[in-house]
């Protein structure tokens, strides 16, 4: 066999065992995923003020379609941005670009009336980073009363690709701080989602989705109100591949993870070296595919309430309890 021959074999085996679909697709960094280009664009450049009166959205929609599609970064600089989070009037990332905010960034959304709201949609698109500053919701002076579906970053419902969330925290959303509607390989790394009013994170459909190092905590206001919420809504989407490691769930009134397979399947997920403080820390159910045995090297600190004098005190344990055995062999490898 010449070499080449033995070359062009080689080359048609490799690309025979990767994933369907990933042969021509950029390679998955996750938690690395950095700017591809040195293209950076100053949100300030193209008219955003950051003044916390001002409405910037459409001076940051142009930041984002100058970079779109360079592999460049928007930067937002240190400042708070006001901007619409409706329907077809909020910031759309679009693909292959990176949105950087300073860590005294915020992108706070003007109050709205409406059910459904977005402040950072991503749909139809494929290498994006969001990386650092606050979204900030309306929960505390929203407009309307029904709806439950005001979110700080939404993913999906057109698949999103290779999308990574990092250092960002999301606050005081009508809704869910992130949201997952349909995505392959997406990554929340270090984020902190905190006083959201539905979820701090709910994946519907994706494939492929890692939790790490990251913070959910009092998520109260309106049910399932966990701090990650698996749940399929319709028979056609699927759950699979999910790891959610090394995070910290802290009062949540629905609990810390919720896994609710009634409408569809979830399968092969991976829970480990996590803590949950507060109310139940892990819900499973209608998920026969999610094995006992990647749920493993977490802990639980239980609240214990103690009667005194006809009220009850919220006390916390002098010590903490294993909630799953130490993960071994299989159980310690990623799913993919």
Known sequence: MTSLVRISALLIFSLAILPFGQADAAPYKGCNARPTSKLTV?????????????????????????????????????????????????????????????????????????????????????????????????????????????????????????????????????????????????????????????????????????????????????????????EPDKPHQKITDVRIESSVFVNNEGGGIIIAGKKARISRVQIQNNEFDGARPLLIEYAPRVAESHICSNRYKPFRRVDMKMFEKVARPKHTIGMQKPCKGAAQRRLW
């Not at 925290?169 to 984020?191: E, H, K, T």
């Open 42 to 230: 100053n949100v300030k450049t193209t008219g955003a003020r950051g003044d916390g009166r001002t409405d910037d959205t459409k001076a940051i929609q142009r930041a984002i379609d100058k970079v779109a599609g360079t592999g460049g970064t928007v930067y937002l600089p240190a400042g708070t941005y006001m901007v619409r989070a409706e329907r077809n009037r909020n910031l759309a990332l679009k693909s292959k670009m990176t949105l950087r905010m300073a860590k005294g960034a915020t992108i706070k959304m003007f109050p709205t009336a409406v059910a459904r709201y977005a402040v950072l949609k991503i749909a139809n698109a494929e290498d994006v980073n969001v990386i650092g500053g606050t979204l900030q919701g309306d929960r505390q002076n929203h407009k309307g009363r029904g709806g439950e579906w005001g979110m700080g970053v939404f993913i999906g419902n057109n698949l999103a690709q290779r999308i990574t969330i990092s250092d960002v925290r999301a606050r005081n959303m009508w809704g869910d701080g992130f949201y997952v509607g349909n995505g392959d390989d997406i990554s929340f790394c270090s984020v902190i989602a905190e006083n959201n009013r539905r979820q701090g994170l709910s994946i519907v459909a994706g494939n492929r989705i890692l939790v790490s190092r990251s913070v959910f905590r009092d998520t109260r206001g309106t049910r399932p109100g966990a701090g990650i919420d698996l």
